[in-house]
């Protein structure tokens, strides 16, 4: 058994992404949701033979597309192949977090915030969608551009704006993740040595990379005879915003947009008050203990933030 535990915590970092993995294999087989899920799975194998019946998914062209490329590798997949899919993105986005946050926090807080995302998006998320693409790319675009910034390197920071730009067509909110330029230039400030002239040329290069990214797919969207269908649909969601009864009301989408941040407010002064009470603890009990208390009241909280939040409800009600 020691042997056992020995093994394990030499190689936490693989054991977790293989649990990881396995959870991920089990959940997959979750019943099967006819709204959400079904809507998005008949654009992926309708893309290619009759996008123009799809019409509404092109607002997700990229993510519409990157399905149905899948759906020809495996036409016969089913919907295990795109919960597959949807595994696979999930995975690789924590791992690129992974990669990202283990020059700044220590390994087991990164693997223990890894399983809580886990538990969290594992209902309800599995399926592949712009979900899970927009969380990808997100993570990518910061990780190349923090190597950009780290590594003075123009080519990473070019690559940052390019997939910035290709995230605009994934969702399109996901564009707003362009709000990176002011990491850039608070990396400026923090390092006084940088001279502005070289900032402001870093952030032209990224803006230069997400007008070239999202260049690239309107020419190709064009090529493939897919941006009429595109600008159809931005007219459609454009006409929605402004209809006073529609569940996408410009308004309506504000409110909900704030009520849920507030939420997540809540939710992260409670868990700075945990674990300021955990810090204050700590002066009276051993390293051990406090450890341990801080994994299981991480673990709890997890379970409560799963347990209140009503969207995993819709997924428990499936065929």
Known sequence: MKTLLKFINTHITAFTFLLIAIYYSIVMVQGFDVCDEGFALSSYQQVFKAPDSIEYNMLFWLTTITGGLWYQLFPTGGIISFRILGAITLITTMLV???ILIHYIQKKYILTS?????LSMGFGVVNYSYNTLSGLLSVTIMFFLFRGLINNSKFLILISGVLTGLS????LPTITIAAQLLPIIFYHIIHKNNSWRATIKKTSLYCAGIIVGISSILIFMNHIGHLDI????????????????SNHNLLVLIKKYAKDYLNISKMGFLWIGISAVLGFCKSFCNTRLTSILWHSLTILFSIFIIWNNSIFITYFETV
């Open 168 to 171: 605009m067509f994934a969702s």
């Open 114 to 118: 890894l399983l809580m995302l886990m």
């Open 97 to 99: 977090s992974y990669r």
């Open 230 to 245: 595109y600008n159809k649909a931005i007219q459609s969601i454009t006409n929605h915003a402004v209809v006073s009864d």
